[in-house]
C-alpha cells in the first residue's frame, strides 16, 4: 500500500485593493483528511504590503491572520469554528470571507508528511515572496481597431497618456551589442520621435556610442508599468546631423553641459573625487556666462525603427501584443502571441 495520503491546500493572500488586483501571500493552509492534519502557518510581509498600500494599519490586518491560524490549530479561544472538525473548519478557511485576507485556490496532491508540505509551501510561497509576485493586468485591452494608423501615431497618443501616470515617460532602456554581440542595457531619455525614429543624445565615445560604432543596430523599451504597458522598438542606428546636436546641447542646464564636457563616459575613474576635478576643469575653461562649445564626441543618436510593438497587459498572462513591422516599403500590422 501506499504511504502517501491525498491532502489539500490553499494561500492566505492580503489583497490591499480590489481593482489594482495586486496582494501579498501572507500564509498557508494545509489539510490532510486520513491524518486528521489541519495547520495553517502565516507571516505578513510589512514592507511590501505598505509598498503596494502606503498607509495601510497592519495591526487589524496581522490580528485577523493570527485569529485564521487559530481557528485552524483548533484553539477553543479562537470561538467556535475553532471546535468543529477539522474538514469543517477547513471548508470555513478557504471560504472567502474578507474583502483584505483572501483564500485563494483550493489545490490538491499526494504526501506522507503534510507539515514538511505545509514547511515548504511557507518557505517557498511566503517567506520567499519573488517567485509568488505576481498581479492581474485589468486596467485595458489593445485591438487592432484601437490602433492609429501609425507607429508614431499610436506611440505619441499612448506617450500623452503616459504622460499624466507615469514620472518619466521618457525613461527608456537602450539595449544594445559590441561587436562580438556582448550585450549592455542602461537607461536614457528620450530626448525626440517622428516619422525618421527614436532621438536621445549621448557621449558616442561611451559604451553604448562604441556598441553602435561597431553593430549600429539597439531595442528600446519603454517600460510603463504603471498602465500595464510597454513599447518595444528594434532597429537601425544612424547619427544625428550636427546642427540637431548644437541646437539640442546649447538647450541643455549649463550645469548638464558642463558635465558631459568634463565626463570621459564609461571610462574606470579613481573615485568621485577625480570627477569633480574634472568638471572644476571644465567650469574654469568656461567661467561665468562663457559659452560651452559641444564636445565633438557628444551628439544624437536616432533609432530607425524597422519595428515598434506595442504591449498591453491583460488577465492570466493573454497580453495583447500588436506590431508594426516594416516590410515592402511600408508598414504591416500583426499580433504577437505572449
Known amino acids: 500500500m501506499s504511504d502517501r495520503s491525498a491532502f489539500q491546500y490553499a494561500l492566505l493572500r492580503v489583497v490591499p485593493s480590489l481593482e489594482r488586483g495586486e496582494f501579498v501571500n501572507a500564509g498557508v493552509i494545509v489539510f490532510c483528511r486520513q491524518l486528521r492534519f489541519l495547520e495553517a502557518r502565516v507571516g505578513l510581509d510589512e514592507g511590501r504590503l505598505l509598498a503596494l498600500a502606503p498607509g495601510t494599519d497592519t495591526g487589524p490586518i496581522r490580528a485577523q491572520l493570527e485569529t485564521l491560524a487559530a481557528v485552524a490549530a483548533g484553539d477553543p479561544a479562537a470561538g467556535a469554528v475553532a471546535r468543529m472538525e477539522p474538514s469543517e473548519r477547513f471548508h470555513w478557511l478557504v471560504a472567502p470571507a474578507s474583502t483584505t485576507i483572501q483564500p485563494g485556490s483550493v489545490h490538491t496532491g499526494l504526501c506522507g508528511d503534510p507539515r514538511a508540505v505545509l514547511d515548504r509551501l511557507f518557505k517557498t510561497l511566503v517567506l520567499a515572496p519573488l517567485a509568488a509576485m505576481r498581479r492581474e493586468y485589468l486596467a485595458a485591452s489593445l485591438e487592432e481597431a484601437d490602433l492609429a494608423p501609425t507607429w508614431v501615431e499610436q506611440f505619441r497618443r499612448w506617450f500623452g497618456e503616459a504622460s499624466g501616470v507615469v514620472g518619466e515617460p521618457n525613461a527608456l532602456v537602450l539595449a544594445t551589442a559590441d561587436g562580438a554581440g556582448a550585450p549592455s542595457a ?107 562649445p559641444r564636445p565633438p564626441h557628444w551628439g544624437g543618436l536616432r533609432v530607425v525603427p524597422d519595428a515598434v510593438e506595442f504591449w498591453q497587459g491583460r488577465p492570466d498572462r493573454l497580453h495583447d501584443r500588436l506590431r508594426f513591422r516594416r516590410a515592402d516599403g511600408g508598414w504591416v500590422v500583426e499580433r504577437l502571441a505572449p
Open 186 to 292: 542602461r537607461v536614457v531619455l528620450l530626448k525626440g520621435v517622428d516619422d525618421r525614429g527614436f532621438t536621445v543624445f549621448t557621449n558616442r565615445e561611451s559604451r553604448k556610442g562604441r556598441d553602435i560604432a561597431a553593430n549600429p543596430r539597439a531595442c528600446l523599451v519603454f517600460p510603463w508599468v504603471a498602465m500595464e504597458r510597454q513599447v518595444v522598438v528594434s532597429g537601425a542606428v544612424e547619427r544625428v546631423p550636427d546642427d540637431e546636436s548644437d541646437a539640442y546641447f546649447a538647450s541643455r542646464p549649463r550645469g548638464a553641459r558642463l558635465s558631459a564636457a568634463a565626463s570621459p563616459q564609461s571610462s574606470v575613474v579613481e573615485s568621485r573625487d577625480e570627477l569633480l576635478r574634472l568638471r572644476a576643469e571644465a567650469e574654469a575653461r568656461h567661467p561665468g556666462d562663457a559659452s560651452i
